[in-house]
């Protein structure tokens, strides 16, 4: 009987190992890593309205906020533009103040998944704000935006007619196609 047990389990470790890794992913993984990610989370609603568009803005402020993050918030807000923070730490009572009056939703998480964990999970906790999302940015503050005011690069990004648009500086240096 144990041989039988012992044989099946090892089929079943045989099956599951010949699976495609991202289908072992799929099942395993994410929707267990999304229970543990949004147990973990604390989300709390901001004071501005939704405008119908919407700035995921991830921040990491380990030292509480800087002045950058705030001249981030002012140009969005320029720009009509309804803030989702996504911070991966947790927030002083003083910086979640200014927070809660400067967006529509604040999300406080550990850093797991880095970077692009914190926007899925930005994007899977505001799935209902994002319903009525005309236009979206994707902001980091390891990127400092904007670096001069009256900067037009959303009105740019918004005018150029693409569907996706980015922007990217590297240490200040050009690039050249050759």
């Known amino acids: 009987m144990i041989e039988k047990v012992l044989r099946e389990a090892?089929?079943?470790r045989l099956q599951i190992a010949s699976l495609p890794k991202?289908?072992?992913?799929?099942?395993?993984?994410?929707?267990n890593?999304?229970?543990a990610?949004?147990?973990k989370s604390k989300a709390t609603k901001g004071r501005l309205k939704n405008s119908g568009k919407i700035a995921i803005y991830l921040i990491f402020p380990i030292n509480g906020l800087n002045q950058y993050h705030k001249r981030t918030l002012d140009e969005l807000q320029r720009n009509n533009y309804s803030p989702i923070i996504i911070?991966?730490?947790r927030l002083q009572e003083s910086d979640l103040n200014f927070l809660e009056d400067n967006s529509q939703l604040i999300i406080e998480r550990e850093n797991l998944g880095y970077d692009f964990g914190g926007y899925r999970?930005?994007?899977?906790?505001?799935?209902?704000?994002?319903?009525?999302?005309r236009k979206l940015l994707?902001?980091?503050d390891s990127t400092i935006f904007p670096l001069q005011k009256n900067s037009t690069w959303i009105q740019r990004a918004e005018?150029?007619?693409f569907d996706f648009t980015g922007s990217i500086s590297m240490n200040g240096h050009k690039s050249q196609k050759t």
């Open 10 to 12: 090892n089929r079943l």
């Open 22 to 31: 991202w289908a072992v992913n799929l099942i395993f993984t994410s929707a």
């Open 33 to 35: 890593t999304d229970l």
């Open 37 to 39: 990610l949004t147990q």
């Open 87 to 89: 911070s991966n730490s």
């Open 121 to 133: 999970e930005g994007i899977l906790a505001s799935s209902s704000i994002l319903k009525s999302c």
């Open 138 to 140: 994707l902001l980091n």
């Open 159 to 161: 005018q150029s007619g």
